[in-house]
């Protein structure tokens, strides 16, 4: 189904309405900012908030109006944008563009992850190990980078047509290449068997992670080769969390093809938060830090604590940037280790913005966790939310009490 004239009109006022957003100067500020901030020189603490689950209660799909399904995916980001712009006025910076994801991807594993049934809509989803036995990984192929051209030809031109005048139309910067290979092998293994592979076999399991870094390393060959990677120095999602602006990428040999090297990189080990450090190194960063070594600049971890584990990691990984500090991650071990070395992307509990809601206790948290991060390089985001209790004005008060602190920190 193509767009009728009254639809092309209603996506043309809403695509009007983002590019009115995006020219105000406040975003022109927090581009200098970031830009600052990530080059380890910054202004304040910044802020960033990522609603992620509760978006279904501040933008709900029965407010969509198109019924077309890519219109109606386009209808939601444009006014997911909107919202961002008019109700959360975070840090996050709006460009005057629409972001689109291309259809590409690994293919040809020999092995595909795959979910057990589930009926829920929201909540807790489980994977169904495919890959048993020995002789299950012996089934295992290397794969090869997929590019659906015809797909990707024709939802760019749809939305070029539709209101390229009005919006710059670009391609989502992100290798999208798995490079953290441990929730790889926790899906097709099943968490609790990894474990017990780590002492029972560990040289099978050194086998599978060393035949992933190996193919990993052939696709990440087949983006650069393809031409299809974009270079990540604005607005872009870094890591767990951040932005992508630094004036340290792309590197001073570019000449126009954005390569690995111009880019941001990432990995994580959020399955292995009850490993200990020798085990986190030796089936996990031992195979994650060749594969961040051909990036640019590095991001590192997700919702895992890494209050034992910081120091391997700060030795470890490569042109390391950004470090998640997770609601479970000590702040004070954090602060000493990281200082203003690297972006302590603290993560507050999600939960404070669904129940209880204390608005005084959200302040609180936010002002201890500054004081005693002081003279480190600190980002606050709020994500992995699931809920706000269907109080959407909790995220915008969150955001306005988090600036507050952030300005107060910063004198």
């Known amino acids: 189904m193509g767009l009728t004239t009254s639809d092309k009109q209603y996506i043309r006022g809403l695509a009007q309405r983002v590019a009115e957003i995006a020219a105000d100067p406040y975003y022109a500020e927090r581009r200098e900012m970031w830009y600052d901030f990530n080059d380890l020189?910054?202004?304040?603490?910044?802020?960033?908030?990522?609603?992620?689950?509760?978006?279904?209660?501040?933008?709900?799909?029965?407010?969509?109006?198109?019924?077309?399904?890519?219109?109606?995916?386009?209808?939601?980001?444009?006014?997911?944008?909107?919202?961002?712009?008019?109700?959360?006025?975070?840090?996050n910076v709006i460009d005057p563009e629409f972001e689109l994801s291309p259809s590409r991807g690994a293919a040809g594993w020999g092995l595909e992850i795959r979910m057990k049934p589930t009926t829920a809509e929201r909540g807790a989803r489980a994977y169904d190990p495919v890959m048993k036995t020995p002789e299950d990984f012996a089934r295992m192929r290397r794969p090869h980078l997929v590019v659906n051209h015809d797909v990707n030809k024709r939802n760019y031109s749809q939305l070029y047509d539709a209101f390229g005048d009005i919006l710059h139309i670009r391609w989502k910067r992100s290798p999208g290449i798995n490079t953290s290979l441990v929730n790889f092998v926790c899906y097709l293994r099943g968490l609790e068997q990894v474990m017990v592979d780590m002492v029972d076999r560990p040289e099978w399991l050194h086998e599978?992670?060393?035949?992933?870094?190996?193919?990993?390393?052939?696709?990440?060959?087949?983006?650069?080769?393809?031409?299809?990677?974009?270079?990540?120095?604005?607005?872009?999602?870094?890591?767990?969390?951040?932005?992508?602006?630094?004036?340290?990428?792309?590197?001073?040999?570019?000449?126009?093809?954005?390569?690995?090297?111009?880019?941001?990189?990432?990995?994580?080990?959020?399955?292995?938060?009850?490993?200990?450090?020798?085990?986190?190194?030796?089936?996990?960063?031992?195979?994650?830090?060749?594969?961040?070594?051909?990036?640019?600049?590095?991001?590192?971890?997700?919702?895992?604590?890494?209050?034992?584990?910081?120091?391997?990691?700060?030795?470890?990984?490569?042109?390391?940037?950004?470090?998640?500090?997770?609601?479970?991650?000590?702040?004070?071990?954090?602060?000493?280790k990281l200082q203003d070395k690297y972006v302590f992307s603290w993560k507050p509990n999600p939960v404070c913005v669904s129940n209880p809601y204390d608005p005084q206790a959200i302040r609180a948290s936010i002002r201890k966790t500054l004081e005693i991060a002081r003279g480190c390089v600190v980002e606050i985001i709020l994500k992995d939310t699931h809920t706000c209790n269907n109080v959407p004005g909790r995220m915008e008060e969150w955001v306005r009490i988090a600036l507050e602190e952030a300005e107060r920190a910063a004198g």
């Not at 960033?48 to 209808?75: C, H, N, Q, T």
């Not at 969390?241 to 990428?249: A, I, P």
């Open 208 to 336: 599978v992670f060393a035949f992933l870094l190996e193919n990993t390393h052939v696709l990440l060959d087949e983006l650069e080769a393809s031409g299809q990677l974009e270079l990540m120095d604005g607005a872009d999602y870094a890591g767990s969390g951040g932005t992508c602006y630094t004036r340290q990428l792309p590197a001073k040999d570019y000449t126009g093809r954005a390569r690995l090297k111009d880019t941001w990189g990432f990995a994580e080990s959020q399955e292995y938060a009850l490993v200990s450090p020798r085990m986190y190194y030796e089936f996990g960063i031992k195979y994650q830090a060749p594969l961040l070594e051909r990036f640019g600049l590095n991001c590192y971890g997700c919702c895992e604590s890494l209050t034992d584990k910081l120091d391997l990691v700060i030795q470890q990984i490569p042109k390391l940037r950004r470090i998640s500090i997770s609601p479970w991650t000590d702040v004070r071990v954090a602060a000493e």
């Open 41 to 91: 020189n910054p202004k304040r603490p910044m802020v960033l908030i990522f609603p992620e689950g509760a978006w279904s209660e501040l933008l709900p799909d029965s407010m969509m109006k198109l019924e077309d399904p890519f219109w109606r995916s386009v209808e939601w980001r444009l006014r997911y944008t909107i919202y961002r712009g008019e109700r959360l006025r975070d840090d």
